[in-house]
């Protein structure tokens, strides 16, 4: 199995938990970094987000994963934003082909945990599993425990 862990952070936290599975897994981090930053005012990130969201928006971002055919399992980690994912994650899945893949889900946030899934779904090809609240994922044991590891 080879993991491949891609996320976006806007605060950091949800790239926390990444490098963390990162290091349990020994799997490669992509970092979904838009080519328009977000706005560094909460307020205005969050107008920025909801206008996203409502118009189904698709941000642009930098760069691409090199060899994504080779990993089995796919991690995609992002905030919670406006009850679901950000937009920019369905950017990231548009670019490639899941077929095949493992995708496995977390998220990072103020009360909406496991938020995300079903709008993933519907956009990726891989066999996507439900997204896993950040907070049960501090522990080596509960990664490993996640994953079947
Ligand atoms: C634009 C925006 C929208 C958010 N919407 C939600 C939300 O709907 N539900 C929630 O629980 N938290 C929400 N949050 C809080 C973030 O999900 C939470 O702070 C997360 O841990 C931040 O992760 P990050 O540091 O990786 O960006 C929102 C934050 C931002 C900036």
Redesign the pocket.
Known sequence: MKYLIAY????????MTAERIARVTGGNLFEIVPTEPYPRL?AR??I???AERDKNARPALIGTVENFDDYSDVIIG??????TCPMIILSFLEQYDFTGKRVHLF???????S?GTELIREHCKGEVIESKD?NELKQESQIKAWLGL
């Not at 976006?8 to 790239?15: E, I, N, P």
Request: proline share 3%.
């Open positions: 976006y952070s806007w605060s950091g936290h949800t790239k909460y990130c969050a920025a987000a909801k992002y905030p919670a934003w406006w009850h998220n990072t946030h103020m009360g909406s945990h938020v950040a």
